[in-house]
């Protein structure tokens, strides 16, 4: 059974940077595709970044772009979001997600795993 815990998150300043960890277990992630998703109180999740787990490609949200970094580390079977110049407007619940796929859709819909989430808030 895939399970997938999410941890890194906490309190920072705006400006400041902060780094999400999404470990993965319970199956090979070979031709899946690994995403964060974030939910801020009385808005949808909405997607932040994903990355193929095979071939490494990657997809970011128009809102993160230039500012976050996803990667993954196979061997350890981890998947990361680095969080750069971060805005009060990232504040948010951050969720690990994962489901057999091609191609990166944005669409929380489409994911079929999902971790507990982790609280990243950022202050002004």
């Known amino acids: 059974q895939v399970q997938l815990v999410e941890s890194g998150g906490g309190l920072v300043q705006a400006g400041g940077s902060l780094r999400l960890s999404c470990a993965a277990s319970g199956r090979t992630f070979s031709g899946y595709v690994m995403a964060w998703f974030r939910q801020a109180p009385g808005k949808e999740r909405e997607f932040v970044s994903g990355?193929?787990?095979?071939?490494?490609?990657?997809d970011y949200g128009d809102s993160v772009k230039g500012r976050f970094t996803i990667s993954r580390d196979i061997a350890k079977n981890m998947v990361y979001l680095q969080m750069d110049n971060l805005k009060p407007e990232d504040t948010a619940v951050y969720y690990c997600t994962c489901s057999p796929g091609v191609a990166i859709s944005t669409l929380a819909e489409q994911f079929r795993y999902w971790g507990q989430g982790t609280q990243v808030t950022v202050s002004s």
């Open positions: 990355i193929m787990w095979s071939g490494g490609g990657t």
